[in-house]
């Protein structure tokens, strides 16, 4: 812990009270869509798609305005301030046009930080421990994702599950997320990053387009993999009451809070081609466990999607910190890809489980991410990354 910066810590506090916030509310946002507002499936997932997608531009666009102009923080403070108002303004909709409008708002907040972030991370990490960095980021960040998930339980397991309580669920967001924003905008300082050269054309290095090149196995198993609100409404499919359903968002986060420092050391040890391989056997374990529609094998599932998630963030951000020149666009790259794949992967899903119904579903995800997993380990990519 000694090696990690005083500006890393202060920024995982921001990442503890912003992800706070999104875990009040996104294991109840599906069913607001679904039970409240009796949308469809299909509705919620051009929600999931909307809200991806449309940030996908911004993303680029902050990671190379960082690169180009020498511009940081005041793109980090702009996503946080975006993301803390736009959350409680869920609780006014009544359509999920506005529900898709506002995510997508929400999105946008997360699209201009999360490159800019990144590359402020990676200017703080000490030498040969940036997968210790983000992990120990990652930490407080799932921290605070299973912090609101607690208190979302709390709140539903005593006030109850009416519209009412759901709503000011959604407009009690606005505390943690403006918490968050005092300590960006205050408290964390921002780097110098180098311009530029105005007069030249700004490319990217080979080294940069090696680097993305390497990330596109990660982009296709996203494709494939349910989102957060699928996994939800297959737990609601096979009998998990609303109420005990922030137990399984706590059962995934924490085991990414309790993995995560530990991940990213391993990272820095044995490269972090390892830890994907690792992460994408996970990933395809907890689809497969979905598919057998069990409540035991729903939660099994969870605990493995966390797994995936904390393991193959960590990897990759790390992975990128160490091999990109122009860093802060390669992550743009990155967040824009992962957003379009998942974007592309939550509107084909919703489809199929709309049209064809949930085993179809369920089969397409397991069906694409057991091949990318195969593949990976078949084509031995772990061993070069």
Same mark, same amino acid.
């Given at each position: 812990?000694?090696?990690?910066?005083?500006?890393?810590?202060?920024?995982? $506090?921001?990442?503890?009270?912003?992800?706070?916030?999104?875990?009040?509310?996104?294991?109840?946002?599906? !069913? &607001?869509?679904?039970?409240?507002?009796?949308?469809?499936?299909?509705?919620?997932? *051009?929600?999931?798609?909307?809200?991806?997608?449309?940030?996908?531009?911004?993303?680029?666009?902050?990671?190379? *305005?960082?690169?180009?102009?020498?511009?940081?923080?005041?793109?980090?403070?702009?996503?946080?301030?975006?993301?803390?108002?736009?959350?409680?303004? !869920?609780?006014? /909709?009544?359509?999920?046009?506005?529900?898709?409008?506002?995510?997508?708002?929400?999105?946008?907040?997360?699209?201009?930080?999360?490159?800019?972030?990144?590359?402020?991370?990676?200017?703080?990490?000490?030498?040969?421990?940036?997968?210790? /960095? &983000?992990?120990?980021?990652?930490?407080?960040?799932?921290?605070?994702?299973?912090?609101?998930?607690?208190?979302?339980?709390?709140?539903?397991?005593?006030?109850?599950?009416?519209?009412?309580?759901?709503?000011?669920?959604?407009?009690?967001?606005?505390?943690?997320?403006?918490?968050?924003?005092? *300590?960006?905008?205050?408290?964390?300082?921002?780097?110098?990053?180098?311009?530029?050269?105005?007069?030249?054309?700004?490319?990217?290095?080979?080294?940069? $387009?090696?680097?993305?090149?390497?990330?596109? &196995?990660?982009?296709?198993?996203?494709?494939?993999?349910?989102?957060?609100?699928?996994?939800?409404?297959?737990?609601?499919?096979?009998?998990?009451?609303?109420?005990?359903?922030?137990?399984?968002?706590?059962?995934? /986060?924490?085991?990414?809070?309790?993995?995560?420092?530990?991940?990213?050391?391993?990272?820095?040890? *044995?490269?972090?081609?390892?830890?994907?391989?690792?992460?994408?056997?996970?990933?395809?374990?907890?689809?497969?466990?979905?598919?057998?529609?069990?409540?035991?094998?729903?939660?099994?599932?969870?605990?493995?999607?966390?797994?995936?998630?904390?393991?193959?963030?960590?990897?990759?951000?790390?992975? !990128?910190?160490?091999?990109?020149?122009?860093?802060?666009?390669?992550?743009?790259?990155?967040?824009?890809?992962?957003?379009?794949?998942?974007?592309?992967?939550?509107?084909?899903?919703?489809?199929? $489980?709309?049209?064809?119904?949930?085993?179809?579903?369920?089969?397409?995800?397991?069906?694409?991410?057991?091949?990318?997993?195969?593949?990976?380990?078949?084509?031995?990519?772990?061993?070069?990354?």
């Amino acid at each position: 812990m000694k090696k990690i910066d005083r500006n890393v810590v202060l920024l995982g $506090w921001v990442s503890f009270f912003t992800d706070m916030a999104s875990a009040m509310i996104n294991p109840i946002l599906p !069913i &607001f869509v679904v039970t409240i507002l009796h949308e469809g499936m299909d509705k919620l997932g *051009i929600i999931v798609a909307v809200a991806t997608f449309v940030s996908y531009a911004l993303r680029l666009l902050s990671g190379y *305005i960082s690169d180009r102009y020498g511009v940081v923080k005041p793109l980090v403070v702009g996503g946080y301030a975006l993301s803390a108002l736009s959350k409680p303004l !869920i609780g006014f /909709t009544h359509g999920y046009k506005s529900v898709a409008g506002l995510k997508a708002l929400e999105r946008l907040g997360k699209g201009l930080r999360s490159a800019p972030k990144d590359l402020m991370i990676a200017h703080y990490s000490k030498k040969r421990s940036s997968g210790r /960095t &983000f992990g120990f980021h990652k930490t407080l960040d799932i921290a605070g994702e299973l912090s609101g998930t607690l208190i979302l339980l709390g709140l539903l397991y005593f006030l109850g599950e009416s519209e009412n309580v759901i709503r000011n669920i959604f407009f009690a967001t606005l505390v943690p997320g403006l918490v968050g924003l005092f *300590i960006v905008a205050f408290l964390v300082k921002d780097i110098s990053q180098k311009r530029s050269d105005s007069k030249k054309r700004f490319t990217l290095t080979e080294r940069d $387009w090696s680097t993305v090149r390497s990330l596109f &196995f990660y982009f296709f198993f996203l494709f494939f993999i349910f989102s957060e609100a699928f996994f939800t409404m297959q737990a609601k499919s096979v009998g998990i009451a609303v109420v005990m359903i922030p137990l399984l968002f706590v059962v995934s /986060t924490s085991v990414q809070t309790l993995t995560s420092y530990l991940l990213g050391v391993w990272v820095d040890r *044995i490269g972090a081609g390892k830890i994907l391989a690792f992460a994408y056997l996970c990933g395809a374990a907890a689809q497969g466990l979905l598919y057998l529609q069990k409540p035991v094998f729903t939660w099994l599932s969870y605990a493995l999607l966390g797994l995936f998630t904390v393991a193959s963030l960590n990897a990759n951000r790390a992975l !990128i910190a160490q091999k990109a020149d122009n860093r802060g666009s390669v992550y743009g790259i990155f967040y824009a890809a992962v957003a379009l794949f998942g974007a592309a992967g939550a509107y084909v899903s919703g489809m199929i $489980w709309e049209h064809f119904g949930i085993d179809s579903a369920l089969l397409f995800g397991l069906a694409g991410t057991a091949s990318m997993a195969l593949l990976y380990l078949l084509f031995g990519r772990y061993r070069n990354e």
